[in-house]
Nanobody
């Protein structure tokens, strides 16, 4: 499985970006896909997750501002980020894992920079 992330960039505080993560290879069922982020000097943290049956989970810091969604026909998961804050600046990584399996797949990371 390979994950290709895109959509990062530079945006002013209050602005919006949409990240995309497309999965190549493997199956696209019984999965949990998510977005994690890592800011300089900090540990990688979960931002949002969505399962193949539509269950969503968000970090408290982004709830109400970010929305995760999926398009199974395109094997793609999206992260719509609204009302961005400078604290959201980080490299964002998409992640895929399957129910009942131990493998963890990661995308290459996409940089989001929010200026104040």
């Amino acid at each position: 499985v390979q994950l290709q992330a895109s959509g990062g960039g530079l945006v002013q505080a209050g602005g919006s970006l949409r990240l995309s993560c497309k999965a190549f290879g493997g199956t696209f069922s019984s999965y949990i896909m998510g977005w994690f982020r890592q800011a300089p000097g900090k540990e990688r943290e979960l931002v949002a997750q969505i399962s193949s049956d539509g269950y969503e989970n968000y970090a408290r810091s982004v709830k109400g501002r970010f929305t995760i969604s999926r398009d199974n026909s395109k094997r793609t998961v999206y992260l719509q980020m609204n009302n961005l804050e400078p604290e959201d600046t980080a490299v964002y990584y998409c992640n895929l894992r399957y129910y009942g399996r131990s493998e963890n797949y990661w995308g290459q990371g996409t940089l989001v920079t929010v200026s104040s």
